[in-house]
Structure formats: C-alpha cells, structure tokens
C-alpha cells in the first residue's frame, strides 16, 4: 500500500513550524496549491524539488516515501524523520561512491590516451 505523500509533507511542514501560507511563499506557488497537495498527495517534481528544499529534506527521499515500508512506529514522527535522515546520509554516501568512480574513470581514460 502507498503512503500519502502530502500528508507527510504536512507532517514535516508543521514540525518545522511553516505554515501553508510561508510554504507557498518559499516555494513561489499559492496557498491552495500546498493545500490541494497535502490533501492531495498529488505534486510535479519541480514543485516537489522546492519543498523538499524548504524542509531541508533530500528530493529523492520524498519521491520514494509512498513507497517506503514502515514498522509500528510508522506513524511516530520523530520516527519518520529518523528514517528520512538515516537515507539521505545513505544517499550521500552513495554519490561518494559514484564521484570516486568517476575518478578513477576519468584517470583509466586519460592513461589511454
């Protein structure tokens, strides 16, 4: 089953004390507009990409939250945003990984040429 996106934004909006009115300042959008996602679930990247920013949460981590497995404790917020914090140090982590392969590609490439 897939989590409602938009209440969780609402959930990490209100922890991080912005009202919707702020929200859609800081997102350049209306205020219906956050409302219509939080009731919704419904959001573009685009839009998605500036709220996540806002809450200082990584994009990618609420692209893939409907699709996130939680335990009992799913409902707790302050666990939920212990999960959110343990993948997006897993997401940096991962783009570590990448930008030393990109080196090592990059120096394999040169001492081709």
């Keep these: 089953m897939h989590k409602h996106i938009g ?5 990490l909006r209100m922890g991080a004390g912005i009202s919707q009115e ?3 300042l800081r997102i350049n959008k209306s205020k219906s507009l956050v409302s219509y996602i939080e009731s919704k679930g419904k959001v573009n990247d685009e839009t998605l990409k500036r ?18 497995e939680f335990d009992s404790q799913g409902s707790d917020v302050d666990a939920l945003r212990k999960r959110v914090m343990d993948q997006e140090r897993e997401i940096e ?21």
């Design 7 to 11: 209440k969780y934004i609402q959930k």
């Design 22 to 24: 702020e929200m859609a």
């Design 51 to 68: 709220i996540a920013k806002v809450l200082n949460v990584a994009f990618e981590t609420l692209k893939v939250y409907p699709y996130m």
């Design 93 to 113: 982590l991962f783009k570590k990984v990448i930008e030393g392969y990109e080196k090592v590609i990059k120096l394999l490439e040169s001492q081709v040429k």
